[in-house]
């Protein structure tokens, strides 16, 4: 199946309500007082995979903008990992992280690419983590236990 992807789900009322609809079910999670009370912001880009008008894959990127170190920087957190039960096992979310890394890796320092491990580790197997090694050009074993 060819689905539509789609960059970012809050101004798209049908499509917002799928995406919180999914995070409810997926992790007991509502969205919508945050919309509703304006704490979503442009900070926040769900990817979203999206057939016939419903959001049935999602990866969403959290921009981090701060200062480390007397430097600016800036850090991407992948979260809100999340894929409808009739389409899992098809690689959607491994697609959907693999589309975050191509668009945020040359604007995001490297070491952000670390909270990816830490915020997704739990919903990755082995084969896309190191999808996402060889994406930002590292070759390290992955030896952490449970992965």
């Avoid at 098809?90 to 491990?117: F, V, Y």
């Amino acid at each position: 199946m060819n689905y539509q992807l789609v960059k970012q789900v809050r101004e798209n009322n049908p499509l917002r309500k799928s995406f919180i609809d999914l995070a409810v079910k997926t992790f007991d999670l509502s969205f919508e007082e945050w919309y509703q009370q304006g704490y979503w912001t442009d900070a926040y880009i769900p990817y979203a995979f999206v057939e016939r008008n419903k959001v049935i894959a999602n990866a969403s990127a959290n921009i981090i903008d701060l200062r480390w170190q007397g430097a600016p920087r800036r850090y991407i957190q992948i979260g809100t990992v999340m894929t409808e039960p009739d389409h899992r096992n098809k690689g959607l979310a491994g697609q959907l992280i693999h589309h975050i890394l191509q668009d945020w890796q040359q604007e995001a320092c490297a070491r952000s690419l670390l909270s990816i491990l830490l915020s997704c580790r739990e919903h990755m197997t082995r084969y896309s983590m190191m999808s996402v090694f060889r994406i930002c050009r590292w070759y390290l074993p992955l030896t952490v236990r449970g992965w």
